[in-house]
């Protein structure tokens, strides 16, 4: 995943940066958010409450007992599929 991540997308330094809210109050694309319960970079509840707060279509999910880098289980997968779907 990582792998296919940095061959397919421009990373910049420092990325991820924090976004202005302002930026993001005109975004009318559903977005999802996926934060894991466990991840030590970017805490759980701090992203999806900073989400919420910022992104107005935004639809968040938390992975449970997960940390930054994990597996996706079958449900989080069709989950995304969903979304993508919809």
């Known amino acids: ?12 330094v420092g990325m991820p940066s924090n976004i202005k809210a302002e930026y993001l109050k005109n975004c009318k694309a559903p977005i999802l ?3 894991a319960e466990k991840d030590c ?5 701090k992203v999806i409450e900073r989400a919420k707060r910022i992104i107005p279509n935004v639809k968040t999910y938390m992975i449970e007992n997960q940390g930054h880098m994990c597996i996706l289980s079958n449900d989080v997968q069709n989950m995304i599929s969903e979304f993508i779907n919809e």
């Open 33 to 35: 958010v996926i934060a």
């Open 1 to 12: 995943m990582v792998k296919n991540s940095f061959e397919n997308v421009s990373v910049k």
């Open 41 to 45: 970079m970017f805490p759980d509840k």
